[in-house]
């Protein structure tokens, strides 16, 4: 978040030239454009500003830009926002704008200041982020010329005044960047926001669609119809559905001296936020606020699966978000809870992110032996079955994940249910394969890896496939954890639409998986699979898309409403990342995306499992 990443002079004025020379799409000012108005007293917050998204006066100096100061940061990325009373009538140009101190400052709210310094377009994450850029004056010369005056009236944000539509399309002619288009707030959401970058605004009454995270920030929407549910979320059901009544919220006051609300999704923000209007790394858009509404906490309850009947196998996944041994023992019976009470103790549960058994300690450790036995055990403690595990450890540094932790999936089993079909030969590099005669489809190796020489899995986790029995019938599972989002544009990206680079890696492994199911259905074409996992992609994805090709598989979570599609809430946005899949020959099932995680300010993993169950 903007307010834990410091700034520098420096970077922004190599953004600013970047930007000036049309690097990132901007509009590039002309000469005349650059100089008018720079004298002294002349140049107002709106010329500033200007009607694109990168100011006509990049990287130029700027002389008694005047006032009021609406609000002032004293922590991370330091500085303080003003705004001009006497606003132009033009609804493209914002009147406020950011003056970069990187020093705490010594204005007030409430402060008339004239300010001389250098305009430049900062972009938080940098140059290659794709994120749009800050316009912000920064090496200022402050000179407050008098105090206490009336910060200017709000903004009100509102369901009315955000557009429907996100955002334009982006200029073909400019990489597809939407920086030198004229900003139209009337028709786009992106486009109001930028119109009001670094203004005072004020929203009312409004529902938590974020929980609040470790940094303090949480999420609100304007619109309480726009895809809601009926847990208080705002779900993400396609890339052109991007909820434009999202906005982050932060507080200025530091927490030691304010303490943030603990707020999960379906809590409201009651009351007026108000504060100016920032845009940082990690949100875009984000009501830096003075005055925050008061927390009304509606109690938000954790929710419990069914049980599964006697003639039906409950298959479960669940990311566990890198454990291992070295995280505390409540981490571990949190978890083993979960599984017990809310999954209520499934027959196979499909486990990813299970570190190594020293952790993230990188000295060649690839074992999960103890991190394994003590979340058996934690689960025994809470009243749950004693699990057996399989998995196959992965070549050091060769997965993926947080380095040194060598993450994987692992198979846990109920053996008084379900019983594991053990066939020697497993290891990380040597692939399993299809055998068997018509109708009747094996596995060379269980558990065995899915063709893991393919370049699709490199530096990326190897599907684990294992074969099961369950009364009298063979169940094949796929435990999965594909390539993860990392290097994507944000749906705030200066691109629209935004570059999911990401995407091709996980296309590839998409129709590996795919592949390696279909030779399983060639063998017995109502063979029982299930393809589980974290996809790190959404159920109308193109990854899901590949998966699925041919009809070799069923998005389960497709069978529920689309308003309880989601195990996942990122920015306000609750989506489907982890995934089952069916194959045809499973007829008949009950999904349930289990939701205990994703939702809370308290979370034991950020992921919420699924559950999967069906008569074989």
């Given at each position: ?149 009336p910060v200017p009236a709000p903004v009100i944000v509102s369901a009315g005044s955000v557009p429907d ?266 692939p399993t394969a299809v055998t068997g005669t018509k109708g009747d489809a094996h596995l060379t190796l ?141 007829h008949h099932f009950e999904y349930d995306s289990v939701h205990i995680n994703a939702e809370f300010a ?15």
């Amino acid at each position: 978040m903007s307010s834990s990443i410091p700034r520098s002079a420096a970077v922004a004025a190599v953004v600013s030239a970047a930007l000036a020379a049309g690097l990132l799409g901007g509009a590039t000012a002309s000469a005349d454009e650059a100089t008018a108005g720079v004298a002294a007293g002349t140049v107002r917050i709106h010329d500033i500003q200007g009607t694109t998204r990168v100011s006509p006066l990049v990287g130029k100096p700027v002389a008694g830009v005047t006032g009021i100061v609406t609000g002032v940061r004293t922590y991370g990325s330091r500085g303080f926002w003003i705004q001009d009373p006497q606003a132009d009538d033009n609804a493209a140009t914002s009147e406020g704008i950011f003056v970069f101190t990187s020093s705490v400052p010594t204005v007030a709210v409430g402060d008339s200041v004239s300010v001389n310094g250098t305009v430049t377009e900062y972009v938080p994450g940098g140059l290659t982020s794709g994120n749009q850029s800050l316009t912000q004056i920064s090496k200022p010369v402050v000179t407050v010329l008098s105090k206490g005056n009336p910060v200017p009236a709000p903004v009100i944000v509102s369901a009315g005044s955000v557009p429907d539509a996100y955002a334009p399309a982006g200029d073909p002619a400019a990489g597809g960047s939407i920086n030198g288009l004229t900003l139209d707030p009337e028709a786009y959401a992106l486009d109001y926001y930028e119109s009001l970058e670094g203004t005072n605004v004020r929203i009312g009454s409004s529902r938590v669609v974020g929980a609040t995270d470790p940094y303090s920030e949480l999420w609100v929407t304007v619109k309480p119809f726009e895809n809601d549910n009926e847990r208080g979320g705002t779900v993400y059901g396609s890339y052109d559905a991007q909820n434009t009544g999202r906005l982050q919220i932060q507080q200025l006051a530091p927490v030691s001296q304010h303490p943030f609300p603990k707020a999960n999704v379906g809590d409201w923000l009651a009351g007026p936020t108000e504060g100016p209007l920032d845009f940082n790394q990690f949100g875009g858009y984000t009501l830096v606020a003075n005055t925050l509404g008061e927390h009304v906490d509606l109690g938000l309850e954790r929710e419990v699966t069914e049980r599964q009947h006697k003639n039906e196998l409950a298959v479960a996944t669940y990311n566990v978000e890198n454990l291992d041994p070295s995280d505390p023992q409540e981490k571990f019976d949190a978890l083993a809870k979960a599984v017990v009470e809310n999954l209520a103790s499934p027959d196979i549960v499909a486990l990813e992110e299970i570190q190594d058994d020293n952790g993230a300690k990188n000295d060649g450790t690839v074992t999960a032996g103890e991190t394994l036995k003590k979340f058996t055990a934690a689960i025994v403690a809470a009243g749950g079955p004693a699990y057996q595990w399989r998995s196959i450890d992965p070549q050091n540094g060769k997965d993926g994940g947080e380095p040194g932790g060598n993450i994987r999936q692992v198979f846990l089993f109920n053996p008084a249910r379900v019983s594991f079909v053990d066939r020697a030969g497993g290891d990380a590099t040597t692939p399993t394969a299809v055998t068997g005669t018509k109708g009747d489809a094996h596995l060379t190796l269980s558990p065995g890896r899915v063709d893991p020489a393919n370049t699709a899995w490199e530096n990326s986790r190897k599907p684990l496939a294992g074969e099961f029995r369950f009364r009298g019938r063979t169940v094949i599972v796929v435990a999965n954890h594909l390539t993860s989002k990392g290097g994507d544009e944000s749906i705030v990206s200066h691109h629209q639409p935004p570059n999911r680079s990401s995407e091709a890696k996980r296309l590839l492994q998409a129709q590996a998986v795919n592949a390696f199911v279909k030779e399983i259905e060639a063998v017995d074409k109502q063979a029982d699979v299930l393809v589980v996992g974290d996809m790190n992609d959404f159920e109308f994805s193109g990854t899901t898309q590949a998966m699925t090709e041919g009809g070799a598989l069923y998005p389960a979570i497709s069978s529920l409403p689309e308003s309880e599609r989601y195990s996942y809430v990122y920015q306000g946005n609750s989506q489907v990342l982890d995934q089952i899949l069916t194959s045809p020959g499973v007829h008949h099932f009950e999904y349930d995306s289990v939701h205990i995680n994703a939702e809370f300010a308290d979370q034991n993993s950020d992921h919420d499992p699924q559950v999967l169950r069906f008569r074989p």
